[in-house]
């Protein structure tokens, strides 16, 4: 099963694609579409919309694990990264691919095994569950990993947000 993984945001958005073969995991590619400030919202979100779909084609992925939004203070930053959460939500269905969503605290129990782990555990996992020689960079591509990865551990526990 090839596995994408991605971590909403609008200056930021990680991806990460993984193939899961019994219990082994190999990366298949990774790394982030960015955004210019200078941007306005709607051409950011295009830009988004246009490369995601671009990595879509390129990698066919079986199906997409996004994480949820978590956001208890900045109300504003929570609905501008709500927007690109939605952009990547509407590039994968217009694909026809099912889409899983998760909390970090899933993603983090999916691979630490404690849902409150520090986000530097969920990224050494990533390296070592991988065979990285590094930590991808930014932390918003290890993120997007670790959802895929949380996918393929936790099948039987997920959220399925859309279907085919």
């Known amino acids: 099963m090839r596995i994408l993984g991605i971590d909403p945001g609008y200056a930021i958005m990680g991806y990460g694609i993984v193939d899961l073969k019994g219990n082994r995991f190999s990366v298949c590619g990774y790394g982030a579409v960015?955004?210019?400030a200078k941007e306005e919202m709607p051409s950011r979100l295009k830009q988004l919309y246009f490369e995601l779909m671009q990595i879509l084609e390129e990698y066919r992925p079986d199906v997409v694990s996004i994480e949820e939004l978590f956001f208890n203070k900045n109300t504003k930053t929570a609905?501008?990264?709500?927007?690109?959460?939605g952009v990547a939500i509407l590039a994968c269905a217009n694909s026809g691919i099912e889409i899983f969503e998760y909390t970090p605290l899933q993603i983090k129990q999916g691979l630490v095994g404690y849902g409150r782990a520090e986000k530097i555990q969920v990224q050494q996992m990533v390296k070592t569950l991988l065979n990285l020689s590094e930590i991808p960079k930014p932390d918003d591509v290890a993120d997007?990993?670790?959802?895929?990865?949380?996918?393929?551990?936790?099948?039987?526990?997920?959220?399925?947000?859309?279907?085919k």
């Open 34 to 36: 960015t955004t210019e």
């Open 79 to 85: 609905l501008m990264v709500g927007q690109a959460r």
């Open 144 to 163: 997007a990993l670790a959802a895929a990865i949380c996918h393929g551990h936790s099948s039987n526990y997920h959220k399925r947000l859309v279907g």
